[in-house]
């Protein structure tokens, strides 16, 4: 049990992650001037959470195994798939229920009292900025670690 609670590269991709969802609640609070505490805990936005997470986990493994270890190279293909899943997959499934929650309020209108449709979550995906805003968090907060916390 010991080794988990010192496990740098665990902690250090847990850090940057939680860092991610505070800057996303903060710079809600600042651009429309009321909390959002549904933005500490949700998905998308800026700067990207996933992204943070997996670079700062490849990052630290990087700086703990080396470049050529083959733990690096599976974290860093890790990391590629869900950036290109928060990029890509989920922003498009976003859009989708941004368009399905406008038919619903449409139907909604026209059958005011029969069909009470459920609000689909828009807020899925990233912009290839808020990927790349949580790759430098992740790489910031890894380098960090390393530097306050050596091996």
């Given at each position: 049990?010991?080794?988990?609670?010192?496990?740098?590269?665990?902690?250090?991709a847990?850090?940057?992650?939680?860092?991610?969802q505070?800057?996303?609640?903060?710079?809600?609070?600042?651009?429309?001037?009321?909390?959002?505490?549904?933005?500490?805990?949700?998905?998308?936005?800026?700067?990207s959470?996933?992204?943070?997470?997996?670079?700062?986990?490849?990052?630290g493994?990087?700086l703990?195994?080396?470049?050529?270890?083959?733990?690096f190279?599976?974290?860093?293909?890790?990391?590629l798939?869900?950036m290109?899943d928060?990029?890509?997959?989920?922003?498009?499934?976003?859009?989708?229920?941004?368009?399905?929650?406008?038919?619903?309020?449409?139907?909604?209108?026209l059958?005011?009292e029969?069909?009470?449709?459920?609000?689909?979550?828009?807020?899925?995906?990233?912009?290839?900025?808020?990927?790349l805003?949580?790759?430098?968090?992740?790489?910031?907060?890894?380098?960090?670690s390393?530097?306050?916390?050596p091996?």
């Amino acid at each position: 049990m010991k080794e988990l609670f010192t496990n740098q590269i665990l902690w250090t991709a847990i850090a940057a992650n939680a860092a991610a969802q505070i800057m996303k609640a903060v710079l809600v609070l600042i651009s429309e001037r009321k909390w959002r505490s549904d933005r500490l805990f949700g998905s998308g936005g800026m700067p990207s959470s996933h992204a943070a997470l997996v670079t700062a986990l490849a990052t630290g493994i990087a700086l703990d195994q080396g470049l050529s270890s083959p733990l690096f190279a599976v974290s860093m293909v890790f990391a590629l798939i869900v950036m290109h899943d928060a990029c890509g997959v989920r922003q498009a499934a976003g859009k989708h229920a941004h368009i399905l929650n406008q038919l619903t309020a449409e139907l909604h209108q026209l059958f005011e009292e029969g069909l009470k449709p459920e609000v689909l979550k828009t807020f899925l995906g990233h912009s290839c900025l808020q990927v790349l805003a949580g790759i430098i968090l992740g790489l910031g907060v890894a380098l960090f670690s390393y530097l306050v916390w050596p091996g």
